[in-house]
């Protein structure tokens, strides 16, 4: 069975950091892409990065590189998303995703984790 499930959400004051994780498993081809997406409240979903299990080659968004960092522990299949400085705009819903080469629109989605910043 495929499941992507993350977890590491939670409420931080601005400033400070979370780390985020997915969990994936159930994939049966040897490499493919894990990406985090985030949607705040009234606001488009958008990709805020993205890793291949394969080559580690990676992708992060411009507003949030330097302070959001992915990364990827294959033995344990799990992906995290290191999230340092957090500001009250990085408030929103969390979601690991899946896609066979490169992140696109996620072929899977898991279930999301909410992060919320305060002021």
């Known amino acids: 069975e495929v499941q992507l499930q993350a977890s590491g959400g939670g409420l931080v004051q601005a400033g400070g950091s979370l780390r985020l994780s997915c969990v994936h498993s159930?994939?049966?081809?040897?490499?493919?892409?894990i990406g985090w997406f985030r949607q705040a409240p009234g606001k488009e979903r958008e990709a805020v990065s993205c890793?291949?299990?394969?080559?580690?080659?990676?992708w992060t968004l411009d507003s949030v590189r330097g302070r959001f960092t992915i990364s990827s522990d294959n033995p344990k299949n799990t992906v995290y998303l290191q999230m340092n400085s957090l500001q009250v705009e990085d408030t929103a819903v969390y979601y690991c995703?899946?896609?066979?080469?490169?992140?696109?629109?996620?072929?899977?989605w898991g279930q999301g984790t909410l992060v919320t910043v305060s002021s």
């Open positions: 159930g994939f049966t081809v040897d490499g493919y892409a």
């Open positions: 890793i291949s299990t394969d080559d580690g080659h990676t």
């Open positions: 995703t899946y896609d066979r080469y490169w992140c696109h629109q996620g072929e899977i």
